[in-house]
C-alpha cells in the first residue's frame, strides 16, 4: 500500500511520549506566530494517541492530530511542519495518513479550522461556514479566548487525496 511505504521511507508513525518535547517545541513555534493555538507538553502528553509524527533521524520533523468531536466528526488540528523542512510534501503526508486513519475509524466528516486554507484546499478541503460543526462549536469554541475574534477556516475534507 502506498501509505505504508511512504511511512517507512518518511518515519511516520504515532507520536511517542519520547517525542513531547519536541512536539511541544515546533507547536510553540507556531504558537508564537499565532498559527496554532498553544499546547502545554501535559496536554499533548494526555492527547498523545491522537497524534501522528514525522521524524528524521531523531530530530522531529512534523506532526499532526485527529481530534474525535461525535461519533461521525473528526477534526484534523495541530498540524505543523518545522520551517526547513516544508515545501517538500511532509504536510500533504501527515494530512493524507490523518484522513485514511479517520475514514477507516467511520468519521465521515473529517474538518480543519486554518489560517492556510490554500494548503488545505489542495490536500482535498473545501471552505464551508462552521455552523455545519455546531458540535465543536459548543465544545471548543464556546471556550476559546479568540472566539470574539476568530479568524480560522472552517474546511471539510470532500476527497480527492487518497490513492
Ligand atoms: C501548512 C504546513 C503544515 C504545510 O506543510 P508543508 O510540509 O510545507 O506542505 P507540503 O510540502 O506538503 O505542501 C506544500 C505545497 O502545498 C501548497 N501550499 C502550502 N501552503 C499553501 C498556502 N498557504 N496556500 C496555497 N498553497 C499552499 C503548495 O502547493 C505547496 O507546494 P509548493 O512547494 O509548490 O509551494 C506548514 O507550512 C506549516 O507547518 N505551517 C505552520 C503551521 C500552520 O500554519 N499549520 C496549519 C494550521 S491548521
Known amino acids: 500500500m502506498r501509505v505504508q511505504a511512504t511511512m517507512m521511507q518518511t ?11 519536541g512536539m511541544a517545541r515546533l507547536v510553540d513555534l507556531y504558537a508564537r506566530q499565532g498559527l496554532l493555538l498553544p499546547r502545554s507538553p501535559m496536554d499533548l502528553h494526555r492527547r498523545l494517541d491522537q497524534f501522528l ?3 528524521e533521524e531523531g530530530r522531529l520533523q512534523a506532526l499532526g492530530s485527529l481530534l474525535p468531536i461525535e461519533k461521525d466528526l473528526a477534526e484534523i488540528r495541530t498540524l ?7 515545501g517538500r510534501g511532509l504536510g500533504h503526508q501527515l494530512v493524507e495518513e490523518l484522513v485514511r486513519r479517520g475514514l477507516k475509524r467511520g468519521y465521515s466528516r473529517l474538518f480543519c479550522l486554518t489560517r492556510e486554507p490554500g494548503f488545505f484546499a489542495t490536500c482535498g478541503f473545501q471552505r464551508v ?3 455545519q460543526f455546531p458540535e465543536k462549536v459548543w465544545k471548543d469554541c464556546c471556550l476559546c479566548p479568540r472566539r470574539e475574534r476568530c ?13
Not at 11 to 21: E, H, I, N, Q, T
Request: charged share 25%; aromatic share 2%.
Open 11 to 21: 518515519g511516520l508513525r504515532p507520536a511517542a511520549p519520547s517525542d513531547v518535547k
Open 129 to 131: 461556514g462552521l455552523e
Open 151 to 163: 479568524d480560522e477556516i472552517a474546511m471539510l475534507y470532500t476527497g480527492g487525496i487518497l490513492p
Open 53 to 55: 509524527v514525522i521524524e
Open 80 to 86: 505543523a511542519v518545522a520551517l526547513e523542512d516544508q
